[in-house]
């Protein structure tokens, strides 16, 4: 069966300091992978997505990066975190398939920048 | 900016009771999914619904898609505790095949009181 790593599951880091999430996915091959963040009490907000190796599309122009130097690995990143990049940041990969498919979230990392 | 919009916010019913709450969207879409998360977890996908497909049930869940009125359905029949959790919504208007990307609503927050 398939599984999705993600992790440090909590975070608190400074104004300023890199970041690096990593999620890995499990039992699958060639998924679409995904980074979404969601604020306090709302809905979840597309950060990046890649339909394969080094292929990487940003939906929204931040302070973020990702990269997916693996088959089954996806990493958000940042070279000097803001206060506002607090938030929940959670994985999902789905399958290609035409007509759209579900996603499987990883259980999130927290992040808290002070 | 979001595609779907939940209604309402917020729901608070007693066990047995059935749970309605409803999506609304703006553009056309190839399928609406909908998903729960409990506090601090990652999303759980709950039913896919494609945009010719009108009605489906899953267990004690019942979704209703009316493609005219860009709206959705969510029903959850004799409601337990553990159905307290938040509700999302979530759209794929992608036009092409790879990565679908779905754009999630702000959700409804449920409280089952035993």
């Known amino acids: 069966s398939q599984t999705i790593h993600q992790w440090p599951a909590t975070l608190v880091q400074p104004v300023g300091s890199p970041l690096s999430l990593e999620c890995t996915v499990e039992?699958?091959?060639?998924?679409?992978l995904y980074w979404y963040r969601q604020a306090a009490g709302r809905g979840l907000q597309l950060l990046f997505y890649?339909?394969?190796?080094?292929?990487i599309s940003s939906e929204v122009p931040q302070n973020l990066s990702a990269s997916r130097p693996q088959d089954r690995q996806f990493i958000l990143s940042s070279k000097k975190l803001l206060l506002s990049d607090s938030g929940f940041y959670l994985c999902?990969?789905?399958?290609?398939?035409?007509?759209?498919?579900?996603?499987?979230f990883g259980n999130g990392t927290r992040l808290t920048v002070t | 900016s979001q595609q779907g919009e939940e209604d309402p916010q917020a729901l608070s019913i007693q066990e047995g009771e059935n749970a309605t709450m409803n999506c609304s969207y703006k553009t056309s879409i190839n399928n609406l999914q909908w998903y729960r998360q409990n506090s601090g977890r990652g999303l759980v996908h709950l039913i896919l619904?494609?945009?010719?497909?009108r009605e489906k049930h899953s267990g004690r869940l019942r979704v209703t898609l009316d493609t005219s009125k860009k709206s959705s359905s969510l029903l959850i029949t004799a409601s337990r505790a553990a159905d307290t959790a938040s509700y999302f919504c979530a759209t794929d208007a992608t036009v092409k095949a790879a990565g679908n990307k779905l754009t999630f609503g702000g959700g409804t927050r449920v409280l089952v009181k035993p």
């Open positions: 890649s339909v394969g190796i080094g292929q």
């Open positions: 999902a990969w789905s399958i290609h398939a035409t007509g759209g498919s579900e996603l499987h």
């Open positions: 039992g699958t091959s060639n998924p679409n």
């Open positions: 619904i494609r945009s010719n497909e």
